[in-house]
Nanobody, 114 residues
Framework: QVQLVESGGGLVQPGGSLTLSCAASGFDFSTSSMSWYRQAPRKERELVAY????????EYGDSVKGRFTISRDNPKSLLYLQMNSLKIEDTAVYYC???????WGQGTQVTVSS
């Protein structure tokens, strides 16, 4: 069955960096666009970044533009999110999302705190 497993979350100080990974299985990763979403306490889930199936189209949420980078490795069925210059307001659970088939990972916690 379809599985999306995020990893790489943790505690980091403001200004620091983290790289999230999402390991996909159970479907043809190379045919699916992928996204990262996040959800902070008492807030709605929001789109962080989007990448098309071949990586030709990339989009970012306004709050992370210039700081986060989404990428993918289709032969390895891996999705990444490089997060730099992290801010306290980036604290959230980060989710990997596959568009085809529509599937969510279980999420990984990112906490930015001094």
């Amino acid at each position: 069955q379809v599985q999306l497993v995020e990893s790489g979350g943790g505690l980091v100080q403001p200004g620091g960096s983290l790289t999230l990974s999402c390991a996909a299985s159970g479907f043809d990763f190379s045919t699916s666009s992928m996204s990262w979403y996040r959800q902070a306490p008492r807030k709605e889930r929001e789109l962080v970044a989007y990448i098309s199936n071949a990586g030709a189209i990339i989009e970012y949420g306004d709050s992370v533009k210039g700081r986060f980078t989404i990428s993918r490795d289709n032969p390895k069925s891996l999705l990444y999110l490089q997060m730099n210059s992290l801010k306290i307001e980036d604290t959230a659970v980060y989710y990997c999302y596959a568009n085809l088939p529509r599937s969510w990972g279980q999420g990984t916690q990112v906490t930015v705190s001094s």
